[in-house]
């Protein structure tokens, strides 16, 4: 057994966090923080636990001496910079779900968040922690950066192609579609029950969306050279759940079959990844999983290609994943406490 804490657990991937952890037979919840609630029982904040798990919620300075093997922390991007270095010098492993670790340099997280990171020599040691690309790395690391979850869905159906130099890879157009938790519980006019029903909006558009920074920088590694994408996100009115379509180039002439076996071939063995040959992903069915759904498209007559996924974004899209992660971490099977 280990011991487990999770800082921020009051939001949406902290709460999805705690909802996996106390269900997993190798870990033991020390603490759960909350500035806004501290004090108060999880089950006041999220009165479904009452008489499940009735923790009381910790203020950060009050949690700073107690020990435990691995923290979770998810707090917003700007505000994890300051919390996680504490931690990793204590020898905790930290899984991060905010996006302050995830850029490989200090000059391109100021480049897309709009602020110096505070500590840049993390930045070199944290893994990218998404296990289909970095299990190895991931089962090595103090400091596991969990991906973005629209990046998370656009990097796994994408890997494939790019591993095998297959798409052009400054023609990459991407449309996402995300629930409204994608955007976290914090009150926000856009999430207004008023303004997203019954509307779809687009926002960040083209190369405006932080995570632009993200997908290129995972994308060029894999490619081994420059990808640039057009990046679209939308927010539609569901709870939860991302649908990205990707429009794609190919340099040589793949057919719908080839292009299939191509993917299905890269994550045969993989748990979470489903490879669809007879429909197309939808939001619905990866729901409270950590799969993620992945299908392709040859368009007869030209050279594109449509790359389609789905995934839970509360899930492989950042607890599911960094549940994932922290099994890598600690050699447990990975798929512990997810199926
Ligand atoms: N939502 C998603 O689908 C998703 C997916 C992937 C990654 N992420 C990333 O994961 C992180 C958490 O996202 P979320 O959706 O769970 O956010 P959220 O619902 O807004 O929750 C944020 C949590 O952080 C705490 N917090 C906020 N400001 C703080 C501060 N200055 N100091 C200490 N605690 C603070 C809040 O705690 P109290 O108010 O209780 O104190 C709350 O528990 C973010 O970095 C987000 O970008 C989110």
Redesign the pocket.
């Known amino acids: 057994m280990i011991t487990a804490g999770i800082?921020?657990?009051?939001?949406?991937?902290?709460?999805?966090l705690f909802r996996l952890l106390v269900k997993h037979s190798k870990v033991e919840l020390a603490w759960a923080?909350?500035?806004?609630?501290?004090g108060k029982l999880f089950s006041d904040?999220y009165p479904h636990l009452k008489g499940i798990n009735d923790m009381i919620?910790k203020?950060?300075p009050e949690i700073q001496q107690d020990q435990v093997d691995v923290v979770f922390?998810?707090?917003?991007?700007r505000?994890?910079m300051s919390?996680v270095p504490s931690f990793l010098e204590k020898q905790t492993k930290v899984v991060?779900?905010?996006?302050?670790f995830r850029m490989g340099t200090a000059d391109s997280y100021s480049r897309w968040y709009e602020v110096e990171h505070s500590c840049p020599r993390l930045l070199g040691q944290a893994v990218y922690g998404l296990p289909e690309l970095n299990r190895d790395l991931i089962s090595k690391a103090s400091l596991v950066a969990?991906?973005?979850?629209y990046p998370?869905s656009v990097i796994l159906p994408l890997a494939p192609f790019l591993e095998k130099d297959l798409i052009e890879e400054t023609d990459i157009i991407i449309d996402s579609k995300?629930?409204v938790?994608?955007?976290?519980?914090?009150l926000s006019l856009r999430a207004h029950f008023v303004e997203i029903n019954e509307n779809i909006v687009p926002y960040d558009i083209g190369r405006l969306h932080r995570h632009t920074g993200e997908i290129e920088e995972q994308l060029s590694n894999l490619a081994n050279r420059q990808c640039r994408v057009l990046f679209s996100p939308h927010i539609v009115p569901m709870e939860?759940g991302?649908l990205s379509t990707i429009y794609v180039k190919l340099k040589e002439d793949i057919s719908q079959e080839q292009a299939l076996g191509i993917i299905t071939n890269r994550y045969n063995d993989e748990p979470f990844i489903r490879v669809l040959a007879d429909r197309l992903p939808e939001t619905r069915f990866v729901q409270g999983t950590n799969r993620c759904d992945i299908a392709v498209s040859k368009v007869d007559g030209t050279n594109r290609l449509v790359v389609i996924s789905a995934i839970d974004?509360?899930l492989k899209?950042?607890?599911g994943q960094a549940v994932q992660d922290m099994n890598l971490m600690f050699g447990f099977k990975e798929t512990e406490g997810l199926q």
């Open positions: 800082i921020g657990a009051t939001g949406y991937t902290g709460f999805e923080t909350s500035e806004t609630y501290c904040v919620l203020a950060l922390c998810c707090l917003p991007h505000t994890a919390v991060d779900l905010s996006a302050d969990n991906p973005g979850c998370t995300s629930g938790s994608g955007a976290g519980r914090k939860r991302i974004n509360l899209g950042a607890s």
